[in-house]
């Protein structure tokens, strides 16, 4: 009897830890159920490539390189993002290929909204995806932006444009970070 107890508890202990963990699938230190998070992507691929693919079977950083505590305040209508000194100096410091820049993935707890990547105001290369420029968290007391493009160009952007998702909307104003 005190056998099949322990096997229930340890067996609903599991299915607790698997339903919260993050959108990494970091089982360890789950993730809060609806927090706005952005992950890097682990794998070694251009955002090109990761244009390409389906955001499920991609391998994420265990911990969030941005979470919702690392905002201050999201401006929704123009997607900036006022971060607390710490974050603005991680995205600062992100060692981003002029080339192919750094992919990474939106995610509203454990669910995949979109991919984009890191890029460089400095980079020939132009993209139409998703871009977060990495040269606005080096300047001080300048929100970083999630733009369409590098260079930003609506019109030559590629793809489905979800920054404004619903589900990132009830994340933010959840957390009390939109602006």
């Known amino acids: 009897m005190k056998f099949r107890h322990l096997v229930s508890r340890t067996t609903s202990l599991w299915i607790v830890i698997a339903v919260t963990s993050g959108c990494a699938g970091a089982a360890s230190e789950p993730d809060t159920m609806g927090d706005f998070s952005i992950y890097l992507v682990k794998q ?3 955002a090109q490539q990761m ?3 389906e955001l499920s079977p991609l391998e994420l950083e265990r911990v969030p390189i941005l ?3 690392d905002i201050v305040t999201y401006t929704w209508e123009t997607h900036e993002i006022e971060l607390t000194e710490p974050a603005r100096e991680r995205v600062a410091r992100l060692e981003v290929p002029m080339t192919t820049g750094v992919p990474f993935v939106v995610c509203v707890g454990d669910e995949r909204i979109y991919g984009g990547a890191f890029w460089v105001s400095s980079s020939s290369m132009s993209f139409q995806g998703i871009v977060i420029d990495t040269l606005f968290a080096k ?3 300048h929100p970083i932006r999630i733009q369409l493009g590098y260079p930003e160009s609506p019109e030559r952007f590629e793809g489905e444009d979800l920054r404004s998702d619903p589900r990132i909307l009830r994340s933010l104003t959840g957390s009390g970070k939109l602006w």
Do not use: K, L, Y
Request: hydrophobic share 40%.
């Open 44 to 46: 070694g691929i251009s």
């Open 51 to 53: 244009m390409e693919m």
């Open 67 to 69: 979470s919702g505590a």
């Open 139 to 141: 300047m001080d007391g």
